[in-house]
């Protein structure tokens, strides 16, 4: 009997050259896989599969990890306000870390010999997927054909032809990579360290030009009404928020980072709804947490979405992590009001039974209701005496 081989596979060049080159030249069973994490329409997923067996795959399996995705990643990233170098929500980096984790699984499940993927040598992808296989399925052997064999386009296409496969020669000017945390845009424009993609780049042209109101209702962090419409899993929120905000051109831009692999590089990206859930959620948030409970959660919340890009969500400190955040999340209850407007948005307030600015307890510059005069004076004294005794004892030193 033929080895089997689990091949991640998305229809395109790359992995069309996987599953001919598994079969023919590697005399294996090929079983290939896709993981939707909220970026194929349920038409591309059957075109997908259509091209997988007229590839010669011995079978095809779709996982629908949207919810998935959600629930093991994305409330976490949420809970966190987590933006790569203030900029990026984690829309690609996060879902591959899901997409591994549901291959290395089927892997299991079918028995396979191997695991397969089409990156190549240039990116963080291959470090993702090569160190999810090695921690979660250690005995399987892992094949990418396109990395070990430094194959350029123009190659894949014509062993794709020797085989009797036609593709699409032309090459996309802009690389797309869509998902429900966000898309990336590669182009031209990313290559070098200067220049913003047009307008024609963006997967979301700019539609709508009149300003819009929109409410957003979280309850114990989690998001669970759009304008008062409220929704039974967090993803119809997402997808519902990025069908209104998008077409403002919200969201929009390129970040700049550091590869696992030690060099920097840009791309841009469209994140409406995650850019707008997270300034809400953060807005929420500073409301209704104490100032500790917010210093530590931004340090948290930075190692684990550096962590979680870098694919090393399996590490047993990324739970601990997720504890501490859930449990911070009690009191993030309430409502978020925003402005939308042409590529910009603003966070107007927030209506929260936990709102800690409390008119009962003062007014910030205006009145207080908890302490006296009096009491303010030997605060201040108490509260800076450490420093007080220090400039005594080392007077004259700068």
């Not at 949420?78 to 203030?86: H, P, S």
């Amino acid at each position: 009997m033929k080895k089997k081989v689990v091949l991640a596979f998305s229809g395109g060049l790359d992995t069309s050259y996987c599953a001919i080159y598994l079969s023919k030249d590697l005399d294996l069973e090929v079983h290939s896989v896709i993981v939707n994490t909220g970026g194929f329409s349920e038409e591309e997923l059957r075109q997908i599969e259509k091209r997988a067996y007229e590839l010669g795959v011995a079978s095809h399996h779709a996982v629908d990890a949207v919810k998935g995705y959600y629930d093991s990643s994305l409330r976490y990233l949420i809970f966190g306000n987590v933006l790569k170098n203030n900029t990026y929500p984690l829309s690609v980096s996060a879902e591959r870390v899901t997409q591994a984790t549901a291959i290395a699984n089927y892997a299991k499940e079918i028995g396979a010999d191997f695991v397969a993927h089409g990156s190549t040598g240039a990116g963080n992808d291959q470090v993702r997927f090569d160190m999810i296989f090695n921690i979660l399925v250690p005995k399987v052997g892992i094949i990418t054909p396109i990395r070990d064999q430094k194959l350029s386009r123009e190659a894949e296409i014509e062993y794709l032809r020797q085989h009797g496969v036609e593709i699409n020669a032309e090459k996309a000017q802009y690389s797309i990579n869509k998902g429900i945390w966000g898309t990336s845009v590669g182009g031209k424009e990313t290559l070098t360290s200067k220049g913003m993609l047009p307008e024609e780049a963006w997967p979301t042209q700019v539609t709508k030009s009149t300003a819009e109101d929109l409410e957003l209702e979280f309850v114990q962090g989690e998001l669970v009404a759009v304008n008062g419409q409220k929704f039974e899993h967090p993803v119809e929120a997402i997808q519902a928020i990025q069908e209104i905000v998008a077409p403002f051109g919200i969201g929009r831009d390129i970040h700049v980072g550091d590869t696992i692999i030690g060099i920097k590089g840009r791309v841009g990206f469209e994140a409406a709804a995650p850019m707008v859930i997270i300034k809400a959620h953060h807005a929420l948030e500073k409301h209704t947490l104490t100032k500790w409970q917010l210093s530590w959660k931004d340090q948290l919340a930075m190692f684990y979405g550096n962590w979680m890009h870098e694919g090393q969500f399996h590490d047993p400190i990324m739970r601990d992590i997720e504890a501490f955040m859930t449990n911070a999340q009690k009191t993030v209850n309430g409502k978020v009001y925003i402005q939308l407007l042409p590529y910009r948005f603003l966070v107007i307030g927030i209506e929260s039974e936990n709102d800690l600015m409390s008119s009962k307890f003062g007014s910030y510059g205006e009145m207080n209701e908890g302490y006296t005069g009096e009491d303010v004076k030997g605060f201040s004294k108490i509260f800076g005496n450490q420093v007080s005794i220090w400039h005594k004892v080392n007077e004259g030193i700068s």
